[in-house]
């Protein structure tokens, strides 16, 4: 990442709580799940590479230096960012689903699963049925768990929609958003009118921009975090 993508970004978020419209921000009212424009602390060196050891897998650059330059958590898109803090002295062993190979073609694969659930129509009898639809539940769980392999949830959009980094492959350092409560599976986070995909410096710094023309009464500026 660019050096000094972060200076006095943590200045300007704490900087909004004393914008006139502050609370016109999407996300930011502190109930019920507000983030009031407060940022945790900045984490050291120590406490960053023990956040990795707990997730199994080097966080991406931007999130990273993020993490020590402007808060290990709070202010940020929607709802803001999930804290990230050790567990403690010894963290507890990496599940590994970090460190697993992010696959964003799983949720084309899915759609395509969830078309072929079985009919009665097609099986000889009720044994033979529930025998493949078991088969096709199975599937079903095991693709939809696999979505968000390889990522990090890192904010809570509402509604049962997470935003996710991808910390694997080529993809790394990525926003995407985990739209499988309402059966969309995990999609890239854009920008209106663009088809590349953010980095997570980019998805935070248009949040930022966004906020601070709302909070101080810019006209024009949806209310929104994107």
Do not use: N
């Not at 060196?45 to 990273?64: I, K, Q, S, T």
């Amino acid at each position: 990442m660019t050096s000094g993508m972060w200076e006095g970004v943590r200045e300007r978020v704490l900087a909004l709580r004393q914008a006139p419209r502050w609370r016109d921000v999407f996300g930011a009212p502190e109930h019920p799940h507000g983030h009031g424009f407060e940022l945790l602390p900045v984490l050291t060196e120590e406490e960053l590479r023990a956040v990795e050891r707990r997730f199994g897998a080097e966080l991406p650059d931007g999130y990273r230096t993020f993490l020590k330059e402007v808060g290990a958590g709070g202010a940020g898109p929607d709802y803001g960012l999930f804290p990230r803090r050790p567990s403690g002295p010894e963290p507890p062993p990496a599940t590994g689903r970090c460190a697993l190979p992010f696959r964003p073609e799983l949720t084309a694969v899915l759609d395509r699963h969830l078309c072929a659930e079985p009919r009665r129509a097609d099986h000889p009898d009720d044994d033979a049925f529930v025998a493949a639809h078991a088969a096709w539940d199975a599937r079903w769980d095991e693709l939809h768990d696999a979505l968000t392999e390889g990522t990090l949830c890192i904010s809570d959009r509402g509604c049962g929609y997470y935003s996710l980094l991808v910390v694997t492959g080529p993809l790394r350092g990525t926003v995407w958003e985990d739209v499988r409560a309402v059966g969309e599976g995990v999609v890239p986070i854009q920008l209106m009118g663009s088809a590349s995909h953010l980095s997570f410096a980019e998805w935070y710094l248009h949040w930022l921009g966004v906020a601070e023309r709302r909070a101080w009464g810019q006209e024009g500026t949806p209310v929104g975090g994107e």
